[in-house]
């Protein structure tokens, strides 16, 4: 006799589980929600507390909410900005504390050799 | 340099609090709610975006809450609402890319009905994906993963708890662990 397979497809399942643990948060009580941001270091009774980061205010700021569309086009597209971009690092050596530091570039220079008697 | 961000507009759920529609524990509420929701939705569609839809569609009146049901528990259908949607249409879009790619006269009827039965294969391991993220946020209590399960089979609390073996308080206790768990996870500043 062939048994019954009862398969419950993850799509079904998953939808019941939201379901579910979304009911749970819906009737979260306020202390519940105050004793788990405190668990976070958050504060939401105070004012700009981090738990409302997305709520009262973008959680990520945008340079399009600074920026005008076409200034920012036009930045990106400057030419000036590419080269900048593309620019070689200085060669200026990073200076270590073992090594004294130079003065000037005479100082790196062979002492000249005495002169000769004969010499004019 | 003019800015485009306009301090005297106020965000969606601002103005829902504002209008005293929701209180700030309202808000917190269903900030988790949004984040448990976006769980699976591509990159684009953050929970802020889920969240802020769901109240602009209830203050331009879009969708009018009906009496006697609270405005969070409304919200949150709203959220699971907007979200079929997206799916919908992702669906819509790979059926006509299917349908675009096969001749209509090769393929009659019948065979586009059964496209349409079909399972989402991309759906289904998204699905499956969550499912172990859900298995792996209450990794390490048995009981709430069992309740996780039962929730999952659509057992109701009495068969969860027989077939768990627990008693009334133990079941509520472990509620309450699985709620402060998600609560956690919902408040979080972190990615989704």
């Known amino acids: 006799m062939r048994t019954k397979v ?14 579910a643990l979304e009911h749970e948060l819906i009737t979260a009580a306020d202390q519940e929600i105050l004793e788990a941001a405190e668990d976070l270091g958050m504060k939401p009774r105070m004012k700009g507390s981090a738990a409302f980061l997305g709520l009262r205010y973008p959680q990520q700021h945008r340079p399009g909410e600074f920026f005008d569309a076409q200034w920012m086009l036009a930045v990106l597209n400057d030419p000036r900005r590419v080269w900048l971009a593309t620019e070689a690092p200085s060669r200026k050596p990073a200076t270590t504390p073992d090594t004294p530091p130079q ?3 005479r100082s790196k220079r062979p002492s000249r050799p005495p002169k000769e008697s004969g010499e004019s | 340099m003019r800015s485009l961000a306009d301090h005297r507009i106020l965000r969606p759920a601002e103005t829902a609090l504002a209008l005293e529609l929701v209180t700030e524990m309202d808000l917190l509420r269903l900030k988790t709610i949004a984040r448990l929701h976006a769980r699976g939705l591509p990159p684009d569609v953050g929970w802020e975006d889920l969240l802020q839809e769901a109240i602009t569609r209830v203050l331009t009146g879009a969708r009018h809450t009906p009496d006697g049901v609270p405005l969070v ?3 949150a259908g709203v959220m699971r609402s907007l979200k079929s949607e997206h799916w919908r249409r992702v669906r819509a879009a790979t059926r006509s890319r299917v349908a675009g790619a096969r001749d209509p006269r090769t393929f009659p009827g019948p065979e586009a009905a059964l496209l349409e039965a079909a399972p989402d294969p991309e759906r ?3 699905a499956i994906e969550q499912l172990k993220a859900i298995e792996q946020l209450f990794a390490g ?12 089979a659509g057992l109701t609390a009495d ?9 009334k308080t133990d079941y509520d206790s472990a509620r309450k662990r699985m709620r402060r768990c998600l609560l956690r996870e919902g408040l979080t500043c972190g990615p989704k």
């Open chain 1, 103 to 105: 003065t000037s570039s």
């Open chain 2, 141 to 152: 209590d048995s009981q709430v993963l069992g309740i996780i399960d039962g929730l999952g």
């Open chain 2, 73 to 75: 528990a409304f919200l």
């Open chain 1, 6 to 19: 009862t398969r419950t497809f993850p799509e079904m399942a998953l939808e019941r589980i939201l379901g």
């Open chain 2, 124 to 126: 289904s391991l998204i």
């Open chain 2, 159 to 167: 068969q969860i708890r027989s077939r768990l073996a627990l008693s």
